[in-house]
């Protein structure tokens, strides 16, 4: 249950109903409380991630009505009625997952697309907003397209390579585990 | 952040009744600005006003064959749109040139034009800053000022309006559709922002309680003979020090009729429409875009840290004017400059 400030600074809370990776929730809500922190705080969907809570890393991407948008600037309120995926509810997304990972998730493994991890729950589910935009057809065209998210680690190479090979090939392909 | 309650209209009525109901009521769109802007206290409103679910979505075609955008289209529906690709290209790659593909799918039209500077000080509400609290003085003069103006400055503020979409909208002769508690009308872009003069809290010409309801874009026909042209610190997802938005009409080898929009340099998108018309007639050389850049960037003054901004900028003019004319425009996901 989401957590309430104290009575004192308590203003009105607000009913807000989301799907969140197809399962139905009825929340109440402060207006001030951005989508991010309702998933991570109140929900306990901790893939999400926060990194800067200002729309400049990209961590926090999460897709609202299958579109890629940063959880860290959008106020929960807004998101009524509308569905949310996060990185915990991507592999559903793939039929043929078959109860096992997203095709992007098993690319990211099998490019070794990232080193400490941060940035991948955000990575992921941008690369599934970008995938479903349908706007790039080339590596350069991913890189650029992927520009909304950081990685401080710097395994952009990798990232680049496993999101156009899924792009490309539609799987992980043969780097295979 | 400040404490506010939430109100969500769902007629365009309702929602400048909503905003002239509470002194304090701020409108919230695609919220990529202001939620940002209520995370600094630097915006305090008493109450959100929702405009989410107003029927301001669509893309519709005008008579003259222009397009008139909703306010609430995103800047993503308005770059992919076939209309908008293929009438006004130089809208879309600008559009596509700002923010990341997260951003575009959330920021709306109405508030791209209403976004506020990215000047650091007005950001942190410890320290003076005049766009902010007026009267309180101007840090950013002696202060870090890399990414501020250089043209239309005051004393009073040297802030520069961040947006690309605003930088083409101005070249294209765009107007924005407003209703308010006294009823509808229509503003050039061109006068849409204003410069701070001694009132640099107001970034624009918008009056209280007034809502954007749409952008229009009236016909052009400048076929490939156009570039947006952003120079910034990385190639991607970093605001503008100078960008141009140039389109070029030519006949029989001469340069028929010129548009130039200047970003990143000034608290508006930058035009000179005197320097524009004298190059009518003129052949398509580097000679004649060098006068024109001299003439653009008239009084343009540095602070410091934002110097280079001279040079650069009239570079950048050059350039861009180079590649409207050979009809070869900057590509927004190959950056080598052509
Ligand atoms: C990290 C980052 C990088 C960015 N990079 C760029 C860039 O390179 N280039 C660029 O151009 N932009 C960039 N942006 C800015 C982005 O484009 C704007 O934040 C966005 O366009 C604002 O639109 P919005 O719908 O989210 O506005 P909101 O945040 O919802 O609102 C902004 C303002 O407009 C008002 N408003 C909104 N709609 C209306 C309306 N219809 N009528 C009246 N008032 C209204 C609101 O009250 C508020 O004051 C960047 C933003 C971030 C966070
Ligand atoms: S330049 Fe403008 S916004 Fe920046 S500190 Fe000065 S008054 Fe404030
Ligand atoms: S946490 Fe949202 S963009 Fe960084
Ligand atoms: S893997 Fe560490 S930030 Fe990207």
């Given at each position: 249950?989401?957590?309430?400030?104290?009575?004192?600074?308590?203003?009105?809370?607000?009913?807000?109903?989301?799907?969140?990776?197809?399962?139905?929730?009825?929340?109440?809500?402060?207006?001030?409380?951005?989508?991010?922190?309702?998933?991570?705080?109140?929900?306990?969907?901790?893939?999400?991630?926060?990194?800067?809570?200002?729309?400049?890393?990209?961590?926090?991407?999460?897709?609202?009505?299958?579109?890629?948008?940063?959880?860290?600037?959008?106020?929960?309120?807004?998101?009524?009625?509308?569905?949310?995926?996060?990185?915990?509810?991507?592999?559903?997304?793939?039929?043929?997952?078959?109860?096992?990972?997203?095709?992007?998730?098993?690319?990211?493994?099998?490019?070794?697309?990232?080193?400490?991890?941060?940035?991948?729950?955000?990575?992921?589910?941008?690369?599934?907003?970008?995938?479903?935009?349908?706007?790039?057809?080339?590596?350069?065209?991913?890189?650029?397209?992927?520009?909304?998210?950081?990685?401080?680690?710097?395994?952009?190479?990798?990232?680049?390579?496993?999101?156009?090979?899924?792009?490309?090939?539609?799987?992980?392909?043969?780097?295979?585990? | 952040?400040?404490?506010?309650?939430?109100?969500?209209?769902?007629?365009?009525?309702?929602?400048?009744?909503?905003?002239?109901?509470?002194?304090?009521?701020?409108?919230?769109?695609?919220?990529?600005?202001?939620?940002?802007?209520?995370?600094?206290?630097?915006?305090?409103?008493?109450?959100?006003?929702?405009?989410?679910?107003?029927?301001?979505?669509?893309?519709?075609?005008?008579?003259?064959?222009?397009?008139?955008?909703?306010?609430?289209?995103?800047?993503?529906?308005?770059?992919?749109?076939?209309?908008?690709?293929?009438?006004?290209?130089?809208?879309?790659?600008?559009?596509l040139a700002g923010a990341s593909a997260q951003l575009r799918n959330a920021a709306t039209t109405g508030g791209n034009l209403l976004q506020r500077t990215r000047c650091l000080y007005f950001y942190d509400p410890h320290v003076p800053c005049n766009k902010r609290e007026p009267g309180t003085g101007c840090p950013a003069r002696t202060g870090v000022?890399?990414?501020?103006?250089?043209?239309?400055?005051?004393?009073?503020?040297?802030?520069?309006?961040?947006?690309?979409?605003?930088?083409?909208?101005?070249?294209?002769?765009?107007?924005?559709?407003?209703?308010?508690?006294?009823?509808?009308?229509?503003?050039?872009?061109?006068?849409?922002?204003?410069?701070?003069?001694?009132?640099?809290?107001?970034?624009?010409?918008?009056?209280?309680?007034?809502?954007?309801?749409?952008?229009?874009?009236?016909?052009?026909?400048?076929?490939?003979?156009?570039?947006?042209?952003?120079?910034?610190?990385?190639?991607?997802?970093?605001?503008?020090?100078?960008?141009?938005?140039?389109?070029?009409?030519?006949?029989?080898?001469?340069?028929?009729?010129?548009?130039?929009?200047?970003?990143?340099?000034?608290?508006?998108?930058?035009?000179?429409?005197?320097?524009?018309?004298?190059?009518?007639?003129?052949?398509?050389?580097?000679?004649?875009?060098?006068?024109?850049?001299?003439?653009?960037?008239?009084?343009?003054?540095?602070?410091?840290?934002?110097?280079?901004?001279?040079?650069?900028?009239?570079?950048?003019?050059?350039?861009?004017?180079?590649?409207?004319?050979?009809?070869?425009?900057?590509?927004?996901?190959?950056?080598?400059?052509?």
């Amino acid at each position: 249950m989401l957590q309430r400030t104290d009575a004192s600074q308590r203003g009105e809370l607000y009913r807000v109903k989301l799907a969140i990776n197809g399962a139905p929730h009825d929340v109440e809500v402060a207006p001030w409380v951005t989508l991010l922190d309702l998933l991570r705080e109140g929900l306990g969907l901790t893939g999400t991630k926060k990194g800067c809570d200002h729309g400049q890393c990209g961590a926090c991407t999460v897709l609202l009505d299958g579109m890629r948008v940063n959880a860290c600037l959008l106020l929960a309120v807004t998101c009524d009625d509308r569905a949310i995926t996060t990185i915990e509810g991507v592999a559903s997304l793939e039929p043929t997952a078959g109860g096992g990972l997203h095709p992007l998730q098993d690319a990211f493994m099998d490019h070794d697309a990232f080193q400490c991890g941060y940035c991948t729950p955000g990575q992921i589910c941008s690369a599934v907003g970008l995938i479903a935009e349908g706007h790039a057809h080339s590596r350069d065209e991913v890189r650029e397209l992927m520009s909304g998210n950081l990685c401080r680690c710097g395994a952009y190479s990798n990232i680049a390579d496993a999101v156009w090979q899924v792009l490309r090939d539609g799987t992980a392909g043969e780097g295979g585990r | 952040m400040i404490r506010f309650d939430y109100v969500r209209p769902t007629s365009v009525p309702d929602a400048v009744k909503a905003l002239a109901a509470k002194p304090g009521a701020q409108v919230i769109a695609g919220g990529t600005n202001l939620v940002d802007l209520l995370k600094y206290d630097v915006a305090k409103p008493s109450r959100l006003i929702d405009i989410n679910r107003l029927p301001l979505r669509a893309i519709e075609d005008t008579a003259d064959g222009g397009l008139k955008l909703g306010a609430l289209v995103t800047n993503a529906d308005a770059a992919y749109d076939v209309r908008v690709a293929q009438r006004f290209p130089l809208l879309a790659s600008a559009i596509l040139a700002g923010a990341s593909a997260q951003l575009r799918n959330a920021a709306t039209t109405g508030g791209n034009l209403l976004q506020r500077t990215r000047c650091l000080y007005f950001y942190d509400p410890h320290v003076p800053c005049n766009k902010r609290e007026p009267g309180t003085g101007c840090p950013a003069r002696t202060g870090v000022n890399r990414n501020l103006a250089v043209l239309g400055t005051s004393e009073h503020c040297i802030a520069t309006h961040p947006s690309d979409m605003c930088v083409a909208l101005a070249a294209l002769n765009a107007v924005v559709h407003v209703t308010g508690p006294a009823g509808e009308r229509q503003i050039a872009l061109s006068d849409f922002h204003r410069v701070p003069g001694d009132r640099p809290d107001l970034d624009n010409t918008l009056e209280r309680g007034e809502l954007i309801t749409a952008v229009e874009v009236p016909f052009s026909d400048f076929g490939r003979h156009y570039t947006y042209l952003k120079l910034r610190d990385r190639l991607s997802y970093a605001f503008a020090l100078v960008s141009v938005a140039a389109a070029v009409r030519l006949d029989a080898g001469r340069i028929d009729e010129l548009r130039v929009a200047l970003g990143g340099v000034a608290p508006k998108p930058w035009r000179n429409l005197e320097a524009e018309g004298l190059l009518a007639g003129a052949a398509p050389e580097r000679r004649a875009y060098e006068a024109f850049a001299d003439r653009l960037l008239a009084g343009a003054q540095g602070f410091g840290d934002n110097d280079f901004k001279l040079g650069l900028a009239r570079r950048a003019i050059v350039r861009a004017l180079t590649q409207a004319v050979a009809g070869t425009p900057q590509s927004q996901s190959d950056k080598r400059v052509a």
